[in-house]
């Protein structure tokens, strides 16, 4: 744990996976074929408070949910890639974009689609239900379950660590 902690010092950016770690996994589909998803209101509230304290935050996913588009927007996220098959294409044009080192990068991933940028990321994590696969590479599993807090966990630690946690801008949303 000491060292899981030590690198939370060094993270400037968070990069989540949308269905699985932003939302439980599950998908609402409507009698005419829309879909839409849950998201946890702990998670967005440490999500924008990031972005207020100047991280890089962003999510890369498989699906193409405008859902997912609209909900990190209105937390101030802009950096948000749907439609992602290959992700470790979109993480390293990102970084790269960004002039971030991998180093640098916080990544949470729940399954199979995940394992490429797990292996790449400097910390990576995932949420208490993600797959075996994904546990076996992250350096943290996260007690809390894929849109039940596991993102907010993450954030938490990484700000407290960092000083910024109980900063001005967390009592504004």
Not at 65 to 76: D, H, M, Q
Not at 140 to 159: H, M, N, T
């Amino acid at each position: 744990m000491e060292s899981f902690l030590s690198k939370l010092k060094d993270i400037t950016t968070f990069i989540f996976d949308v269905d699985g770690v932003l939302t439980d996994g599950s998908v609402f589909v409507s009698e005419t074929g829309e879909q839409s998803r849950a998201f946890n209101i702990k998670d967005g509230y440490a999500l924008q408070l990031a972005v207020k304290c100047g991280y890089n935050v962003c999510a890369i996913s498989g699906s193409r949910s405008k859902t997912a588009i609209y909900r990190l927007n209105s937390l101030g996220i802009t950096d948000v890639f749907i439609g992602a098959h290959v992700k470790t294409n979109k993480f390293k044009d990102y970084l790269e974009s960004k002039h971030i080192l991998p180093t640098n990068v916080l990544y949470m991933g729940d399954d199979i689609p995940d394992l490429g940028v797990m292996k790449l990321a400097g910390l990576p994590v995932c949420p208490a239900d993600a797959v075996e696969e994904i546990k076996a590479v992250s350096q943290y599993v996260s007690p809390f379950g894929g849109g039940k807090g596991c993102a907010r966990d993450v954030i938490e630690k990484v700000l407290k660590v960092q000083d910024k946690w109980m900063s001005e801008e967390s009592y504004s949303w």
